[in-house]
């Protein structure tokens, strides 16, 4: 059923305003028979975060920001799904319209700003999944009108660490005022001294939950320097990079559209995202692993943000453009590439062109 609607109901739901398709996609999958996701090549399996990922193929937060069809895209054949952004309390975000697609560029802009049922309702709806298995993310964020941001997330690490396969720290939305200043060095060790000393202290009762930070792609490369330095000193367990960005590339075709203010995703975004990711790679020079997100729309995408770094990689822009029909296709290009040699296991494939992208001129 679900590939039945992803290839009559795609183009059908292109005619929509982008967020009314996407809600009518979620109401697809809610009633959508219950499927298990079909066994895979053993050769993606990927440990990483201490957990066990049948794939390295995840959907990024964004599509399921309210956990209410975790389990219908891990019968998708997605090796995991990060719901969010969740903030403590429900908010509506930004006035609509607040999502544009750039059609000619195979992109979108969104200015959401964390639109959330809020953590009640997000805790209720993925302990009521406990026990169903799969691994399911949570990227948690503040309220905007908060009056202390870092007490929001440490607030909401401690609420769904018992319910989470890892919990990611989104301090890069663009889209709520300010919160990129939580990057700055500074504030983001006092933020992650606060969030590992509660992970610490619930771990008895909550168990070892990785705690993974979420990073722009607009960054400096002396701001990267001094967030991975923490990084690495408050010990996280990884990395994901990165967010929407803030700058429009000039290739843009779609120039009218890309004045609209707020985060560009999708197939512009791929030379920046993943530049920033080997920046990254190098830095961390392997204290944890990193999740490699932005612009991939083919295995031969995945295949580059791996090689660039990545352990794991996200996608979400490009399913309104490919569908679903592109996670079964991205992973058939990985196992592709084990079969023709290029390496034994994927991980063998992780970062072998991140020394040699950083010395290549800066992307547009």
Not at 107 to 122: C, E, P, T, Y
Not at 272 to 287: H, I, P, Q
């Amino acid at each position: 059923m679900i590939g039945f609607f992803d290839r009559l109901a795609r183009p059908l739901l292109r005619a929509f305003d982008p967020e009314d398709a996407h809600s009518l996609a979620i109401k697809a999958l809610r009633f959508a028979p219950g499927r298990r996701s079909p066994a895979g090549d053993s050769r993606l399996t990927v440990r990483a975060f201490g957990l066990n990922f049948p794939n390295p193929v995840g959907i990024a937060p964004g599509f399921d920001k309210h956990a209410e069809v975790a389990d219908a895209l891990l019968g998708l054949g997605f090796g995991f799904v990060e719901i969010g952004t969740v903030t403590p309390l429900p908010q509506q975000g930004n006035p609509r319209p607040r999502v544009f697609r750039l059609e000619p560029d195979q992109a979108v802009i969104n200015r959401l700003g964390f639109n959330s049922h809020g953590g009640a309702a997000v805790l209720a709806r993925l302990a009521a999944r406990a026990g169903r298995g799969g691994i399911v993310g949570v990227n948690v964020g503040a309220n905007k009108d908060s009056s202390d941001r870092s007490a929001d997330y440490v607030r909401l690490f401690e609420q769904f660490a018992p319910v989470a396969s890892y919990v990611t720290v989104n301090i890069s939305s663009p889209n709520t005022p300010g919160l990129r200043e939580l990057q700055r060095a500074s504030a983001l060790d006092d933020l992650l001294a606060r969030i590992v000393e509660t992970r610490d202290r619930i771990a008895p009762r909550a168990g070892p939950i990785p705690l993974l930070l979420k990073i722009a792609p607009d960054l400096t490369l002396t701001d990267l320097d001094d967030i991975v330095g923490v990084a690495r000193a408050r010990r996280i367990d990884g990395m994901i990079v990165g967010n929407t960005t803030l700058s429009r590339p000039p290739a843009l075709r779609d120039q009218v559209t890309a004045k609209q203010a707020g985060g560009l995703s999708g197939r512009p975004l791929y030379p920046l995202s993943t530049r920033m990711l080997a920046e990254t790679y190098v830095r961390v020079e392997g204290a944890f692993p990193l999740i490699g997100a932005g612009g991939i729309d083919s295995g031969a995408a995945a295949l580059g943000k791996i090689r660039a770094g990545a352990n794991l990689v996200q996608l979400y822009s490009a399913l309104i453009y490919h569908g679903l029909a592109l996670v079964g296709g991205i992973k058939a290009a990985l196992s592709g590439a084990l079969d023709r040699g290029d390496a034994k296991t994927l991980s063998d494939l992780v970062g072998v062109d991140a020394a040699a992208m950083t010395a290549e001129k800066w992307p547009a």
